[in-house]
């Protein structure tokens, strides 16, 4: 089955650093890539996406960026803030395959001011 | 809209209890999701259900059974809770291919 990881599993940084969590997987089927944020005690909600036939794909001060040889994507938040503080998920997903979905283990990103 | 609901919102059973969560969605999605999320780790899916009177097993589906009451409602049911279920547990929606989430419900077996 499809192997997902995350790294860093934690990330700190100072308000106005950039922070990137990088996201590997196994399945050469994976055609959808999206990240998702969790605040402390809340729901996941979606924050970017990416599909396969796209590279890179931006979204005020986060982007997302696919290296579908290599199975990797990543996302990038710019001038962190506060707010930013988060646990962000993974998931690449098959094309059709909504059984299959597995999320990553989560980065846990703390933005201190 | 509501987007996805769940009732309840935190539940404590003691071991060999049975109950049942509830989900529904005011979107008209046609795939709806049950999912645990055990501290530190990612969200697990349990089952799902493509359509109205579909459901198919996820990565961790042992314990418990689901139904897909009609297009809106999506229940998932713990015959004998044992304390390795004690988990947050969310409903989740599909359009397209993004997820939207319920607010979860937390539940602790004792």
């Known amino acids: 089955g499809e192997n997902v990881e995350q790294h860093p599993s934690t990330l700190s940084v100072q308000e106005g650093d950039s922070a990137v969590i990088k996201c590997t997987y196994s399945?050469?089927?994976?055609?959808?890539f999206p990240w998702y944020k969790q605040e402390l005690g809340k729901r996941p909600q979606l924050i970017i996406d990416?599909?396969?036939?796209?590279g890179e794909k931006k979204d005020q001060r986060i982007a997302v960026t696919l290296n579908k040889t290599a199975k990797h994507f990543s996302l990038h938040i710019t001038e962190t803030q506060p707010e930013d503080s988060a646990v962000y998920f993974c998931a690449p997903t098959p094309s059709g395959g909504y059984n299959k979905l597995i999320f990553g283990a989560g980065t846990r990103l703390a933005v201190h001011p | 809209n509501a987007g996805v609901t769940q009732t309840p919102k935190f539940q404590v059973l003691k071991t060999g209890q049975s109950m049942t969560l509830q989900c529904a969605q005011d979107m008209n999605h046609n795939s709806m999701y049950w999912y645990r999320q055990d501290p530190g780790m990612g969200l697990r899916l349990i089952y799902y259900?493509?359509?109205?009177?579909?459901?198919d097993k996820g990565e961790v589906p042992n314990g418990y059974n689901v139904s897909r009451l009609n297009k809106r409602e999506f229940s998932l049911r713990l015959e004998s809770a044992a304390p390795s279920q004690t988990s947050v547990y969310f409903c989740?929606?599909?359009?397209?291919?993004?997820?939207?989430f319920g607010p979860g419900t937390r539940l602790t077996v004792l």
């Open positions: 399945d050469s089927a994976s055609n959808y």
């Open positions: 259900s493509a359509s109205e009177g579909t459901t």
């Open positions: 990416i599909r396969s036939n796209v």
């Open positions: 989740a929606s599909t359009w397209g291919d993004t997820q939207y």
